[in-house]
């Protein structure tokens, strides 16, 4: 089992940049990829962005490249996501979620079977 606890949602303004970070315990996160998915009211979950624990390499949904960083502290076991030129469409609930390594397609929700429970960001316009 993995254990996920996210920090750093709140409420910002369009075009501010907010921080998430995720602290995961219960494994060794060397053989896991970490990302994070968001869910906003009446839409299903969407894949934002995902990180292999051991080669570091990263993925993004389409919607967030450019703007958004995930990255990875191995001494904390924490995840981070920074969010930058956020804008109202990025609004959601984000989870952090975890899974093991190489288990299909980095970009679809249902691929990750460990989920944190979720953190409020809200962007105002």
């Known amino acids: 089992q993995v254990q996920l606890v996210e920090s750093g949602g709140g409420l910002v303004q369009a075009g501010g940049s907010l921080r998430l970070s995720c602290a995961a315990s219960g494994r060794t996160l060397s053989n896991y990829d970490m990302g994070w998915v968001r869910q906003t009211p009446g839409k299903e979950r969407e894949f934002v962005a995902a990180i292999n624990w051991s080669a570091g390499s990263t993925y993004y949904a389409d919607s967030v490249k450019g703007r958004f960083t995930i990255s990875r502290d191995n001494a904390k076991n924490t995840v981070y996501l920074q969010m930058n030129s956020l804008e109202p469409e990025d609004t959601a609930v984000y989870y952090c979620?975890?899974?093991?390594?190489?288990?299909?397609?980095?970009?679809?929700?249902?691929?990750?079977?460990?989920w944190g429970q979720g953190t409020q960001v809200t962007v105002s316009s």
């Open positions: 979620v975890a899974r093991q390594q190489y288990s299909g397609s980095y970009y679809f929700a249902a691929n990750y079977d460990y």
